[in-house]
């Protein structure tokens, strides 16, 4: 076996062991999650039936709540947009955000003259050692401790025989300086409300909480399917991925709706207050318009990317973030390579072993549309 | 050619000229069978996959190397020729002699249809070939109409969710059933304790999991399960699906399992034939079929 392999499937076997037990656990203990999943799903379901709908009410509450709203068609435009609301010569704070991966927006923003920095641990060493990530809520799977260890050396070379405290503690340091400083935070979203046009999302580190209120502006890139109905769903897929993700309950869950403001005076909201003066919602479409429509490929629309699937598949715990097109892999990222890169390769490695149907949230028939992308793939 | 292309060549040739996916002689499929009364009805279904699982190996290794070879098809009906090794055919006789026996202990009539019997086009699908899939189940269908076959008894995983995938492409409406299913006399007792590697098919995708693991338990063995290697969702392909267009995946699927069985126990029971071949040749200890770990004669 090749040495990369052997190493990755040590740390996959590690992660195993530590997520699959405890998200079980996890659903026994809150079994309220399961209904909650349902709902989401539904509300998903709702939205991808009338996107352009929901598209356009998602929009107009971004605007009703001060911020402004940007419909982009692809990567090349959401990089354009972002690139004119940054500018140059900025230092840039980003919360891990696999769309703003997709649209390749740090090595942009970096080719622009920006001090970019990923704020996420996981998404951080994938920085420091120019990686592409390997899992979809934890980019750095493929590391091991040790290997963690080594790329961390690049910021503190006196790093040795470090405990998984000590390597955080070493990314805390060195991050604080350049949250302080940033001009802009830019995040993902794990879900926004068509009603409110709220970004939700959840988190661990407390990095996305600093991004999205330190600096002066935060951007929010988010794919068309982030849409929900309303609020209460929005909260609701927070709530699920963390769950389904097995980190629960969440550290942060954290709602921006529009600038920062406050009411204080005379009860007259007023903007900015101590956050973001200025607040935008990037919207992707980059093919999700497309798969909407599609009889089959939408279902893998309703992925709230918890990431259970790939630790439950033989393809991916044998070859890792290399199945699938980054940042997309796994029986998710299988999908999603057909979605954003009309890319049908990675579906043709799928043994059809089910693992995915059975822990996904959102019920998704993973193998049902992995047979239909191999058909596709093959036509081709 | 490129592989899928000569793999689809073969495949669908092959099923329009034989209903089989290779061309081979039917006397490999029906040898095992010497006092099954001839006919329609109830039959046995045994798609030929005991018997021809063995080969399976040997062109999933010619393929790539035939797809660079201008004009390779023409080379096909040599492939009649080619049978598996005596020990593969005995060992198919023996597993499928056995299950007829449980059949006929537990009390359950059926005949069979010797080289009449076509194969189920499961390979089809698991590669993605869904719309030849869709043709040949149409024709599998007439097939049995024909013959007047009522009910099929399954003895194998991927026959059994190949057909319970017909009704999406022709009118099926024969009653499909697993011989695992329809044991009621053990007649065996088993002792130890053994690990199992479930068929993905069986377990998640035809709700059949627990009728094999009750059988292995009720004759006196025990199972040795760990939650994250052998439980319901987390139990791993053994890799076989993919094997005829992708080797080497296939085969490093195939090892990662079978370390992961090796880390339980040295006796490992499969409920398929797939598996078995997939598995054998990492697993570190002894691999047999339910079928070989039960007498039920
Ligand atoms: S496909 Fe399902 S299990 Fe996989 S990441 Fe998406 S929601 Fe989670």
């Not at chain 2, 090892?255 to 797939?274: E, N």
């Amino acid at each position: 076996m090749r040495g990369d392999r052997v190493t990755w499937i040590y740390a996959v076997e590690r992660a195993v062991k530590n997520n699959v037990p405890k998200v079980e656990a996890i659903l026994k203990e809150h079994p309220y999650l399961l209904d909650l999943a349902m709902k989401v799903r539904e509300g998903k379901t709702e939205v991808l039936r009338n996107l352009d709908r929901y598209v356009e009410e998602t929009i107009k509450s971004v605007e009703k709540s001060g911020g402004r709203a940007h419909l982009v068609s692809n990567a090349e435009e959401a990089k354009e947009i972002v690139s004119k609301i940054v500018g140059t010569g900025k230092t840039i704070v980003l919360g891990k955000s696999m769309v703003a991966y997709e649209a390749g927006l740090r090595k942009h923003l970096e080719a622009m003259g920006n001090d970019v920095w990923e704020t996420d641990l996981g998404e951080f060493l994938i920085q420091l050692a120019d990686e592409p990530p390997s899992h979809i809520i934890a980019p750095s799977l493929h590391m091991t401790k040790e290997r963690a260890e080594e790329v961390m050396r690049k910021i503190d070379n006196e790093l040795n025989n470090s405990t998984h405290e000590k390597i955080a503690m070493t990314a805390r340091k060195f991050l604080r300086d350049k949250f302080i400083k940033a001009h802009v935070g830019i995040t993902g979203a794990n879900a926004v409300a068509a009603d409110t046009g709220s970004v939700i999302l959840v988190e661990n580190e407390g990095n996305i909480r600093m991004t999205t209120v330190l600096p002066e502006v935060h951007i929010a890139v988010a794919g068309l399917e982030k849409i929900l109905p309303n609020l209460q769903l929005a909260l609701y897929e927070a709530l699920v991925q963390a769950a389904f993700g097995g980190l629960y309950p969440p550290s942060y869950v954290n709602v921006s709706s529009g600038p920062s403001s406050t009411a204080d005076i005379e009860m007259k909201r007023v903007s900015p207050a101590h956050g973001p003066r200025e607040f935008h919602l990037v919207l992707l479409d980059n093919g999700r318009r497309e798969a909407a429509k599609d009889p089959v490929l939408w279902e893998s629309l309703l992925c709230v990317r918890c990431g259970r699937c790939h630790l439950h598949c033989p393809v991916y715990r044998v070859f890792g973030g290399k199945w699938g097109v980054p940042p997309y892999s796994g029986p998710m990222g299988a999908m999603w390579s057909a979605v954003v890169y009309r890319d049908f390769g990675p579906a043709q490695l799928c043994v059809h072993s089910g693992g995915c149907r059975e822990v996904c949230p959102m019920k998704i028939d993973i193998p049902k549309v992995l047979e239909e992308l191999k058909k596709r793939g093959l036509k081709q | 050619m490129k592989i899928e292309g000569l793999v689809r060549e073969v495949l669908v040739r092959s099923l329009k000229d034989y209903m089989m996916p290779f061309p081979t002689s039917k006397k490999v499929c029906t040898e095992w069978a010497t006092d099954i009364p001839r006919g329609g009805g109830t039959v046995i279904y045994t798609g030929c996959m005991y018997q021809l699982t063995p080969l399976t190996d040997l062109y999933a290794n010619a393929l790539p190397l035939l797809s660079k070879v201008e004009g390779a098809e023409k080379l096909y009906p040599l492939a009649m020729a080619i049978t598996p090794s005596r020990v593969h055919r005995e060992r198919a006789k023996r597993i499928l002699q056995n299950v007829a026996a449980a059949l006929k202990r537990s009390g359950v009539q059926f005949n069979y249809l010797y080289e009449d019997e076509p194969y189920s086009g499961t390979v089809l699908l698991e590669l993605g070939f869904v719309e030849e899939f869709a043709e040949y189940a149409k024709r599998v269908m007439q097939h049995f109409n024909r013959l007047g076959v009522k009910k099929l008894i399954t003895v194998d995983p991927h026959s059994h969710y190949a057909f319970s995938r017909y009704r999406e492409f022709t009118n099926f409406d024969l009653e499909v059933v697993s011989y695992l299913q329809l044991i009621r006399d053990l007649g065996t007792k088993v002792e130890g304790e053994y690990v199992v590697h479930d068929s993905c098919l069986y377990s998640r995708f035809l709700g059949l999991r627990e009728t094999y693991r009750s059988l292995i338990k009720a004759a006196g063995a025990s199972l040795k399960d760990d939650q994250l290697v052998t439980g319901p969702a987390t139990s791993m392909c053994c890799g076989a699906p993919i094997g005829p267009l992708r080797k080497r995946e296939s085969e490093a699927i195939a090892s990662y399992r079978a370390a992961q069985l090796s880390s339980l126990g040295d006796k490992l029971v499969v409920v398929c034939p797939l598996c078995y071949l997939a598995l054998s040749p990492h697993f570190k200890g002894k691999v047999m079929d339910l079928a070989e770990l039960m007498s039920f004669r």
